[in-house]
């Protein structure tokens, strides 16, 4: 099970990204899907999460600004992030966890992209 990251780039504050993970590979189901991000110096925290049944969780700091989705037939994974602030700088990775079969679980991390927001 691999998991592909794409839509990071330079933004100005204010503006929005849009995140996608796509999972590949053989797997029965999908659990939670979720972001996070690590700044230089920093842990890697939660940014969003949500459930197979649509429940959402988001960090205090992306409230009201982000939005987190999913497509569960094209096994993607979305983060909208809106008006972006300089501290929302960081490589951003998505997270997912399922079964593989019934008895084989996994968990596994996209490989990382870069979001950053600078005047």
């Known amino acids: 099970v691999q998991l592909q990251a794409s839509g990071g780039g330079f933004v100005q504050p204010g503006g929005s990204l849009r995140l996608s993970c796509a999972v590949s590979?053989?797997?029965?189901?999908?659990?939670?899907m979720g972001w996070y991000r690590q700044a230089p110096g920093k842990e890697r925290d939660l940014v969003a999460s949500?459930?197979?049944?649509?429940?959402?969780t988001y960090a205090d700091s992306v409230k009201g600004r982000s939005t987190i989705s999913r497509d569960n037939a094209k096994k993607m994974v979305f983060l909208q992030m809106n008006s972006l602030k300089p501290e929302d700088t960081a490589v951003y990775y998505c997270?997912?966890?399922?079964?593989?079969?019934?008895?084989?679980?996994?968990?596994?991390w996209g490989q990382g992209t870069q979001v950053t927001v600078s005047s």
């Open positions: 997270n997912v966890d399922g079964q593989v079969t019934p008895w084989k679980p996994f968990n596994v």
């Open positions: 949500i459930t197979s049944s649509g429940v959402t």
């Open positions: 590979g053989s797997i029965r189901s999908i659990n939670v």
